[in-house]
């Protein structure tokens, strides 16, 4: 069983729609966790990030952690064409300064006019 | 943009050979993470340099080195090439006396290996 279990999709939704990505995960010692977007040849860039349990909410974008059932959540409001990409979720421990995430597979989302 | 650089954008190499791939941090930034992402997989995290010392490592075999530099650029070397090297090269940097869970990923360099 992998650390981040996340499923590869494709997710497929009309334009308006709202759209809820998620992960699983086992290891309860992490602490942070991070919500990444990925385009097609490029790199991930930071959508949000989480400090152990609850809400955070950024415009269109919702993030949930309920650690006592190791689930994550990502909604995302009134889906966008421009939302149409790969979303990675990542988790890590508290540890120093430094944090090593580890990464779900990513959820392909296709948001169609 | 994240300001983070990675060249070059693409390579074709054939097994055994050698690579190094090149990354320029974010302005400001003394940490640079490199990653490798196999098609539809997450990142994989090879190994983080913070202040020119390697300062964590992840599953990877020796033959995956790396360098930073005072100005905290960063390279990343591969020996003796395997058809699984094959994938997407990330470098990310990060600013850790702010936020370490905050990093920004270059665009990639996709290796090719036959």
């Known amino acids: 069983q992998k650390e981040v279990e996340q499923d590869p999709g494709p997710l497929s939704v009309p334009e308006g729609a709202i759209v809820s990505l998620n992960c699983t995960y086992s290891?309860?010692?992490?602490?942070?966790f991070m919500w990444y977007r990925q385009y097609s040849r490029k790199g991930p860039e930071l959508l949000m990030y989480?400090?152990?349990?609850g809400n955070k909410e950024d415009g269109r974008f919702t993030a949930q952690v309920d650690k006592s059932s190791k689930y994550i959540s990502l909604f995302i409001r009134d889906s966008q064409p421009s939302d149409s990409a790969t979303y990675l979720c990542?988790?890590?421990?508290?540890?120093?300064?430094?944090?090593?995430?580890?990464f779900g597979r990513g959820t392909s989302l296709i948001v169609h006019p | 943009e994240t300001g983070v650089t990675q060249s070059p954008t693409h390579l074709i190499k054939t097994r055994g050979q050698q690579v190094t791939l090149r990354c320029s941090s974010q302005s400001g930034h003394n940490t640079v993470s490199w990653y490798q992402q196999a098609l539809g997989q997450g990142p994989q995290f090879i190994f983080q340099?913070?202040?020119?010392?390697?300062?964590g490592r992840g599953n990877f075999p020796p033959r995956f080195s790396g360098l930073q530099f005072p100005n905290y650029s960063s390279e990343l070397n591969v020996n003796a090439l395997e058809l699984d090297d094959s994938a997407l090269y990330l470098c990310?940097?990060?600013?850790?006396?702010?936020?370490?869970?905050?990093?920004?990923f270059g665009p990639g360099t996709r290796l090719l290996v036959l």
């Open positions: 990310a940097s990060s600013k850790t006396e702010v936020s370490g869970k905050t990093q920004y």
């Open positions: 290891n309860s010692a992490f602490q942070y």
């Open positions: 990542a988790m890590s421990l508290a540890s120093g300064g430094s944090y090593i995430p580890t």
């Open positions: 989480t400090y152990s349990s």
């Open positions: 340099y913070y202040r020119e010392e390697e300062n």
